[in-house]
């Protein structure tokens, strides 16, 4: 099956090295003292043969696999550009310290990462950890590149330091109501999510959704942010009999809602957002998957509509071959390719301000196809968003519309 999953957890040893090892070095003087012994500029982080950039994300615990994935897209980019000189001669580098997900712990990795020296953050997973960092980020004058989240708040035009590369959770909520409404005729629609930031801005994606169609949710239940009690709930929802349930979560909780259900005997549409990590939760569930519903946020990571695709497989591959393509190392792929061309237009002079004026002029930007465009009103660059389902052979494919059942 096409997962990102299974190699993954394979090198586990050598992604907890690279968080490990960060972490220790993050304990060692950094700042006047490197900076001076390199001669680099004034700017945190840039020096005269390389540039780095700090990554505060979940390592270990049930969000893990997004922010292993989201690191190797990242670091495959930069090997890409680096094996190519770099940067007007400077190659790209990431320090990543884990946060399992929660708030405090993002707080401290981004004190620590600032301290550092770092140029820029890029590739933090989730909305209560970012929103969490946000404060820092705009004290610090930081920019904080393409987070995996599509949290509204994150798309208010005022955050100078904000760079989001994907469409928001409201663009993918909306998407998820109007197919099961307009393609299979569904009302009956209820709602499980994450009872925390994330978790509420997915919710209340649907709520607007079905209130734009004069509809409403039958009923919605809660679960606690890295656990997988979610049996409660389930029985809460299967007392309404929805014909859908859209889960708002990352893929444990997720795989274990659908799987319980399943037991129960209930079968409605099951259908969840990009933030899940699709192939993580295809592997959680087994056999169990096939129906499934994922909206995403890039294209196909093994499809070939857009030239960027190809790209991406080809870094993946040379950065390290046992990984196999999935959707949120493509997302990190495509943020690092963001840095990679706002720093290209940066020039040999690297501020942090080019980074705001480099991407938020009002252009598109082509990465191979897939295009973005920001403005000074507009610091998301993408609106896309993708249907899937997990077919009855485990993998996933694209969907233009709803069929009647997988």
């Keep these: 099956m096409s997962s990102d999953v299974p190699t993954l957890r394979g090198l586990l040893p050598k992604y907890m090295s690279v968080v490990l090892g960060t972490a220790m070095l993050a304990n060692t003087a950094f700042g006047e003292n490197e900076q001076g012994s390199l001669g680099a500029s004034a ?13 505060s994300a979940a390592f270990e615990g049930p ?7 989201m690191q190797a897209g990242i670091l495959a980019a930069f090997k890409e550009i680096n094996d190519q000189g770099g940067i007007h001669g400077r190659r790209l580098e990431l320090r990543s310290l884990n946060d399992s997900y929660e708030p405090d712990a993002a707080i401290a990795n981004t004190r620590q990462l600032v301290k550092d020296g770092v140029f820029a953050l890029i590739g933090a997973v989730g909305t209560p950890t970012s929103r969490a ?9 930081i920019p904080y590149m393409a987070p995996m989240t599509g949290a509204e708040y994150l798309r208010d035009s005022a ?10 959770y409201f663009q993918e909520t909306e998407e998820m109501v109007q197919r099961l ?30 209130e734009k169609r004069k509809l409403f949710t039958i009923g919605a239940a809660v679960f606690s942010r890295n656990t997988t009690a979610v049996k409660t709930a389930l029985l809460d929802l299967r007392a309404v009999e929805p014909e859908a349930v859209i ?37 959680e569930l087994g056999a169990g998957g096939a129906g499934v519903l994922v909206t995403q946020v890039v294209p196909f990571p093994t499809g070939d509509t857009v030239p960027v695709s190809a790209s991406y497989r080809a870094a993946l591959k040379a950065y390290d071959p046992s990984i196999i393509p999935g959707f949120i190392s493509f997302e990190g792929y495509l943020a690092g390719r963001l840095a990679i061309y706002a720093l290209q237009h940066c020039g040999k002079q690297v501020e942090r301000d080019c980074i705001h004026s480099a991407l938020r002029s009002g252009k ?14 507009d610091n998301q660059g993408s609106d896309r968003v993708f ?20």
């Design 43 to 55: 700017t945190p982080g840039v020096f005269e043969d390389r540039i780095l950039f700090g990554q």
């Design 63 to 69: 969000a893990k696999e997004l922010g292993r994935s």
């Design 133 to 141: 960092v946000v404060p820092l980020t705009k004290e610090y004058r």
């Design 159 to 168: 955050h100078h330091t904000i760079i989001n590369l994907r469409a928001s």
């Design 181 to 210: 409404t307009v393609d299979l005729g569904i009302k009956r629609i209820a709602i499980l999510y994450q009872d925390d930031s994330f978790g509420r801005a997915g919710m209340q994606g649907v709520l607007r959704a079905l």
């Design 247 to 283: 889960i708002v979560g990352p893929y444990e909780p997720t795989a274990t809602f659908i799987k319980w259900a399943h037991r129960l005997g209930m079968d409605p549409v099951f259908m969840t957002l990009s933030f899940v990590g699709s192939n993580a939760l295809a592997e």
């Design 364 to 377: 598109d930007i082509d990465l191979d196809g897939f295009t973005l465009r920001f403005s000074r009103h």
């Design 387 to 406: 249907l899937t389902a997990i077919g009855p052979d485990g993998q996933y494919m694209p969907l233009t519309t709803l069929p009647p059942r997988l």
